[in-house]
């Protein structure tokens, strides 16, 4: 007999989060467009040389990180999921990491020219940091390209997917946050803040449906010993990019401080205890990420702190007859 | 004996309890539809959808804001001002005292301050009424 297909029905829901997840999801949805970073213009011309190379280097190796998990993380974890809403929450989120990726094209397009920015994405593929952090985390996710796969196979894949969502994004995200904590770049850190939003509840799903399959695992103290491995592995490898892009602005400590900070979240969400010292998070950052919108032209522009609407009341005819007759 | 009573949904809050009690040997009750309530406590709770009180915890506090001597939310700074926004609604609206926020399932740390707090900014006869400044 034929393969039998069965259609999404949303009419019972498969688990008691998938709409939570589903309704936040598209709360969230946002386009790089309706965000003006040319505002930023003169905040970009203030800053040294070594600055601005820094910042785009860290936005390279974001596109990077989004490219990867909209082209092949998530599509080749949708493929081994068994809930269609599962499936549906995350193929909208894999449509938002190709509007991530592109978000930072449109950063650079306002600061720099043609040339600058070939050369930030001639540096990412030459980068062998970063390139180690990509073909490390694909090759979990190239494991699960094939009909079958083992539960520790996809368990794997999907805590490659949170370590790279809620972990590997952050030595990046630091310096647009920390500009904007100190009133640079506010703009741009818009649409980063938007990203770290979604990465932020892309952990926590993904997360969830790791520790799922993690909970059927027979062997999950070898798995977990697996995994804390590879977790170390992209630590060591975190540290030497950290060390290579921050170094020249001084920032190297505070960056190193703030990925294992954000290690210790991607270990929680996988739903195991934390591991790293942390003394501090960086104040900066916090504010960078506290920092709202105050502009906010409607028609152009979202603000982030934007309210929808939820107490409508319908507009009537009777609302149109006015009690008061004005004499003329 | 400290009652806690908590909502969970991802397992954050459910972790965090879980060490707690394993430190303090605390009685937890889990939100649930029909539970009741006849011990004071503490809320420990999560924050849902940009800054919003869980719907189970909200109808839970609409019957037993009265028994309930703090709130502490989970959530995470990521957020920007929404970080565990939910203890701010739930301590302004039901003028129950902010005990503290962590970030998810909380370090050990956080676990530690949070017993902390507890012990000793609260007695269980008497309804702690200033309000704490640690967020």
């Known amino acids: ?328 | 004996m400290v009652h806690l009573y908590y909502d969970s949904k991802t397992g954050n809050v459910q972790r965090f309890i879980n060490k707690v009690i394993q430190i303090t040997g605390w009685q937890a009750h889990k939100i649930e539809e029909g539970l009741a309530v006849q011990e004071a406590g503490h809320l420990i709770t999560f924050t849902t959808k940009l800054g919003c009180v869980p719907e189970k915890t909200q109808s839970f506090m609409d019957s037993y804001a009265g028994k309930i001597f703090s709130v502490t939310s989970s959530g995470n700074r990521n957020w920007g001002r929404n970080f565990g926004r939910a203890a701010d609604k739930i301590s302004e609206d039901y003028d129950v005292p902010l005990a503290m926020k962590f970030e998810l399932s909380g370090t050990m740390e956080d676990i530690n301050q949070f017993i902390d707090i507890i012990k000793h900014q609260y007695n269980d006869s008497k309804r702690g009424s200033k309000k704490l400044d640690i967020a």
């Open chain 1, 1 to 328: 007999m034929s393969k039998q297909f069965s259609a999404v029905n949303w009419n019972t829901p498969d688990n008691d989060y998938v709409l939570m997840f589903w309704e936040q999801n598209i709360k969230q949805f946002w386009i790089d467009t309706e965000y003006i970073p040319s505002k930023d213009i003169d905040s970009w011309k203030g800053l040294s040389w070594d600055m601005k190379e820094c910042y785009k280097k860290a936005l390279g190796g974001l596109t990077l990180l989004d490219t990867l998990q909209s082209h092949t993380g998530m599509p080749k974890i949708i493929d081994h999921i068994g809930s269609l809403q599962n499936k549906a929450v995350l193929s909208y989120m894999c449509m938002m990491e190709a509007i991530h990726a592109k978000s930072y094209s449109t950063i650079f397009t306002t600061v720099s020219t043609t040339n600058e920015i070939n050369d930030v994405f001639g540096w990412v593929k030459e980068n062998k940091f970063l390139q180690y952090k990509a073909a490390t985390i694909d090759k979990y996710y190239r494991a699960i390209d094939k009909e079958r796969v083992t539960d520790e196979e996809l368990f794997m894949a999907l805590a490659g997917s949170v370590l790279l969502e809620s972990f590997l994004f952050y030595s990046g995200f630091f310096l647009p946050l920390w500009l904007c904590g100190q009133g640079q770049m506010v703009a741009s850190a818009d649409i980063i803040k938007k990203i770290v939003a979604d990465e932020s509840i892309h952990g926590v799903f993904v997360g969830l449906i790791a520790q799922e399959v993690y909970s059927r695992l027979p062997n999950k103290e070898e798995v977990k010993a697996r995994f804390l491995n590879l977790l170390n592995d992209l630590y060591e490898n975190e540290l030497k990019y950290t060390e290579e892009l921050y170094t020249v602005v001084g920032l190297t400590a505070e960056v190193k401080e703030y990925v294992r900070y954000n290690g210790n979240k991607a270990l929680m969400n996988l739903g195991f205890d934390p591991i790293f010292e942390v003394k501090q998070v960086n104040p900066i950052v916090l504010n960078g990420l506290n920092t709202e919108t105050t502009q906010h032209d409607f028609f152009s522009k979202k603000s982030t702190n934007y309210e929808k609407s939820m107490e409508i009341v319908h507009l009537r005819d009777d609302d149109f007859k006015m009690e008061v007759a004005i004499e003329v």
